[in-house]
């Protein structure tokens, strides 16, 4: 027996690679595109993505492919090149947080601020010459990281070794991200880059979420007014350049307004009702991306995780009641809203629902009944048939 269970573990590791992530990009509506119609369901979502016309796709398909653009060959010397800069730039790095984290201790307090702030503002300088220049774009993001990193920690050692008995860590919080989100803002008015967009909007978002705490209003407020907000700044962000940033700032959004949703309605009502009304508007905005046929990984997951709540909180309010069976009349409906919608994310949650109401329902009122699984056989062998009529009915319309 120890041994059937270690080839089963075995197997398991082994082949999760091979079927592990497809099955969660199956089941989310990720998965590769298999078929005709899914393939042009994908170029259609490509095209509103950046903004292609038909006439652009014709232009790109009957082009020679000689006028193709061919990608440039980088030189060994470049290339070495490259290697070289991010293995100095990787053991200065590690060469001054080896000596803070060594000497820290025993350091002062203007070395301190030195060693954080100063190192910060010199990658800064570092920064902002690369930008003028335009000659190592690789450099651009790492860069743009550590120096924020660096910046933002020294902002707060700068304050404690000020403040040393200070306590108010939200004020100290609110002026280092207010700080940070002027030195990013500027830098994002000089130069268009992702990063720096990211950054900016990071730290202007904790400065509100941070502020408005200040001012003593509720956490469900806070997440209502800033997730919406998020949510419009993603919509946005759509139309620009920085259009790789809309879709995790929809995500980001999404969750903040439905979290500060589900508060206020858990404090209204009851956890139950909280889930089942958060759970209907998740899948509603996942509705939405769906007609709108953008950002598919987002409505897989918004089906996915609001059918979830909703139908954890329905059963929530019908259990042990003369409703129950109501729960089930519910996810056998929504069978045809997956059938509609064409939603792998949907029909696994509801096939989970189903299966597991009538395993709940079975145990409660039928644990040794020996007709009970023999009705549910049959009903099912009954509603094959009907759909295999159903299909051979529609192929001869």
């Known amino acids: 027996m120890i ?4 080839v089963i573990i075995v197997v398991v590791l082994v082949g ?13 509506g990720v998965s590769s595109v298999t078929d005709k119609p899914g393939a042009l369901e994908s170029i259609a979502q490509l095209m509103r993505k950046y903004d292609i016309t038909p006439a652009e796709v014709e232009t790109a398909f009957h082009a020679p492919a000689s006028s193709r653009p061919v990608p440039v060959q980088r030189s060994k010397g470049d290339i070495a090149k490259t290697l070289f800069i991010y293995l100095g730039a990787i053991f200065i790095l590690a060469g001054i947080s080896t000596y803070v984290g060594t000497f820290w201790e025993s350091m002062g307090g203007v070395m301190r601020v030195f060693m954080t702030l100063g190192v910060g503002y010199i990658l800064l300088i570092v920064l902002v010459s690369a930008l003028h220049e335009n000659k190592y774009p690789r450099l651009i993001l790492p860069l743009a990281l550590a120096s ?4 933002t920690g020294g902002w707060f050692v700068l304050i404690h070794e000020v403040f040393p008995h200070g306590n108010n860590w939200r004020a100290a ?17 000089k130069y268009r880059l992702t990063v720096l967009a990211f950054t900016t909007l990071f730290f202007v978002y904790g400065f509100m979420q941070v ?3 200040m001012l003593d209003v509720p956490f469900a407020y806070i997440a209502i007014v800033l997730g919406t907000s998020l949510f419009l700044v993603a919509i946005a962000l759509e139309k620009t350049s920085f259009c790789v940033l809309a879709e995790p700032a929809l995500l980001i959004g999404t969750i903040w307004l439905n979290s500060g949703l589900f508060d206020r309605i858990a404090n209204a009502t009851s956890a139950s009702w909280a889930g089942l009304i958060t759970g209907l508007c998740v899948m509603s905005a996942a509705y ?21 709540m909703a139908y954890s909180g329905l059963f929530d309010l019908v259990h042990n009641t003369s409703f129950e069976l109501v729960y089930l009349a519910v996810a056998a ?11 792998r994310a949907l029909l696994f949650t509801t ?47």
């Open 288 to 308: 939405g991306l769906h007609k709108a046929g953008r950002y598919s990984r987002l409505t897989g997951l918004g089906y996915f995780i609001g059918s979830i």
């Open 351 to 397: 096939v989970i629902a189903m299966l597991g109401f009538i395993g709940f329902y079975t145990a409660k009122h039928f644990a040794n009944s020996l007709g009970w699984p023999i009705t549910l056989v049959l009903m099912g062998v009954a509603f094959l048939g009907v759909g295999t009529i159903a299909m051979r009915v529609k192929r001869q319309i």
């Open 3 to 6: 041994w059937l269970v270690l």
């Open 16 to 28: 999760g690679g091979w079927w592990g992530w497809p099955l969660l990009a199956g089941i989310l």
């Open 333 to 343: 409906s929504m069978l045809y809203a997956c059938v509609v919608l064409q939603s």
């Open 148 to 151: 924020v990193f660096m910046m």
């Open 173 to 189: 919080v609110l002026s280092v991200f207010g700080v940070m989100a002027l030195h990013q803002g500027a830098l994002l008015g």
């Open 211 to 213: 502020g408005l705490d």
